[in-house]
């Protein structure tokens, strides 16, 4: 009953229908439902451009944003992505504070001026009530999932509980590799994978690394079992929330009907008026997917292959080795020339990845990625492993020795230092500095850039 409630609660706190939204919201957001539908948005005081009723679909939105576009007539369209972790709404406020940086840059550079497209997701862990009470066999089925959600908790609660010993195990071997402070070297044959700085820790650091790794990690069992239990059925139903990005629950129930339809997701009827946009402005196109993100971003280049993205930017990418490996490499080489894409991917410093705190280290240390490779994925083979992690990336990258050296020269590797003030330093810093920065992607620009926020 006490998790029941939980539920209820977060259903409470995360499940509102409505927003109401400035014309900035409006007119750079695209704020998506659980099923993909657009989220029901009202107008919000002062505003003049949002439409007074909710949307039926995405083209009355999508039709207002290529008629501005087509009036600023942009240098760069920029697609944002963001990763697990948001709310609807906390997305909307992040999407003011974006667009008043971006204004700020495109005054001081109109020859690289942005124009700005959110992909406004609903990723919190409130996928675990869709886990429990919404959601059965991939289908929306409260009815099912109601009658069978005790079962549903038993499972996941006695695999996290049978698991246990495995996950001691692997939290130990984190903890002992934290206190070993190794950080992989790029390889000699891929000059554009650079860290920015490494460091090296002395004998009464690695002491209190035992102190701060060992003694809270024995205090940490009971939340790595929560953390399991709760993580890897939530992590697939977010999963489930980006393939709806493209085709929507109401997709696959027309084709489950036997009616055959268009995908009618917000990223998909996005991509179709792409080329339309491009051809009538000349923006460069520049698709960003921070963490989860970056699935997302894979999913666009293998779905609209023959669009011509400029830049293809990872932010701390939660995508596996082999997805990047099957996606973005294949991409690059069938878009050859001088003025080929460029691809780059952006991480923390591996000391950072390892040693972020989450509720003042009551969970699990590490970012999301460690959560990730180490509680949701199916690790079969290194490139199982989260590629936005510098040492898993690097073991990736002579995997791709062979490739073409005009394909290499544009994909670039960077890894932040660790200062947390002037860097990213944890998981969902990324978005906080101008990541529309050219300078920031560049591994060889070392100088820090103020935050946005």
């Keep these: 009953m006490r998790v029941f409630a939980v539920a209820l609660l977060g259903l409470c706190l995360f499940g509102c229908t409505t927003h109401r939204v400035s014309d900035a919201q409006y007119l ?7 099923a993909g539908e657009p989220f029901e948005i009202l107008r919000a005081k002062g505003t003049s451009r949002v439409p007074d009723g909710p949307l039926d679909d995405f083209d009355q939105q999508l039709a207002l944003i290529e008629e501005e576009i087509g009036k600023l007539q942009p240098k760069r369209i920029v697609v944002f992505v963001h990763g697990g972790m948001n709310t609807l709404s906390n997305g909307l406020d992040r999407t003011d504070d974006a667009v008043r940086a971006i204004e700020c840059w495109n005054a001081k550079h109109p020859n690289e001026s942005v124009y700005p497209i959110f992909i406004n997701w609903h990723s919190r862990f ?27 908790l038993v499972a996941d609660f006695g695999r996290a509980l049978t698991r246990l010993p495995a996950t001691i195990t692997t939290e130990g071997q984190c903890a002992i590799g934290n206190i070993g402070r190794c950080v992989r070297e790029s390889p000699r044959s891929w000059p554009n994978a650079k860290i920015t700085r490494t460091y090296e820790i002395g004998g009464w650091a690695k002491t209190g690394s035992y102190v ?36 929507t629950e109401a997709d696959y129930a027309a084709s489950a009907a036997g009616r055959d339809t268009k995908p009618s997701g917000a990223i998909s009827k996005l991509m179709d008026r792409m080329p339309s946009i491009k051809k009538a402005t000349g923006a460069r196109i520049e698709l960003i997917g921070h963490s989860l ?38 991409y690059l080489e069938s878009h050859s020339g001088r003025d080929g894409p460029q691809f780059f991917s952006l ?107």
Excluded at 28 to 34: K, N
Excluded at 219 to 245: C, H, K, N, P
Aim: aromatic share 14%; glycine share 6%; proline share 7%.
């Design 347 to 453: 991480m923390l410093h591996p000391f950072a990845d390892k040693d972020e705190a989450i509720a003042w280290s009551a969970l699990p240390r590490g970012s999301l990625l460690e959560w990730l490779d180490n509680y949701a994925l199916t690790i079969k083979t290194p490139l199982d492993r989260t590629i936005g992690k510098w040492d898993n990336a690097m073991r990736v990258l002579p995997m791709l020795d062979r490739i073409d050296r005009s394909v290499k020269r544009r994909m670039h590797f960077k890894g932040f230092q660790v200062d947390g003030t002037r860097y990213p330093h944890t998981h969902g810093d990324f978005d906080e500095f101008p990541y529309w920065n050219p300078k920031f992607w560049d591994p060889n620009f070392t100088d820090p850039l103020p935050r946005i926020r």
């Design 212 to 247: 701060t790794q060992i003694v809270p990690g024995v205090l940490r069992i009971g939340t790595m079992f929560l953390t399991d239990a709760v993580l890897y059925e939530s992590y697939q139903l977010m999963l489930r929330r980006i393939d709806m990005l493209f085709r």
């Design 126 to 152: 409130v996928t675990f009530y869709d886990r429990h009470f919404r959601v059965r066999q991939g289908r929306i089925s409260p009815k099912q999932a109601w009658v069978t959600w005790p079962f549903t």
């Design 28 to 34: 750079h957001s695209l704020t998506v439902g659980f």
């Design 293 to 330: 993100g970056s699935i997302a971003v894979n999913e666009i280049v293998r779905r609209y292959p023959k669009i011509h993205y400029d830049r293809i930017i990872y932010m701390a990418a939660a995508c596996s080795g082999s997805d990047f490996m099957d996606t973005i490499p294949p």
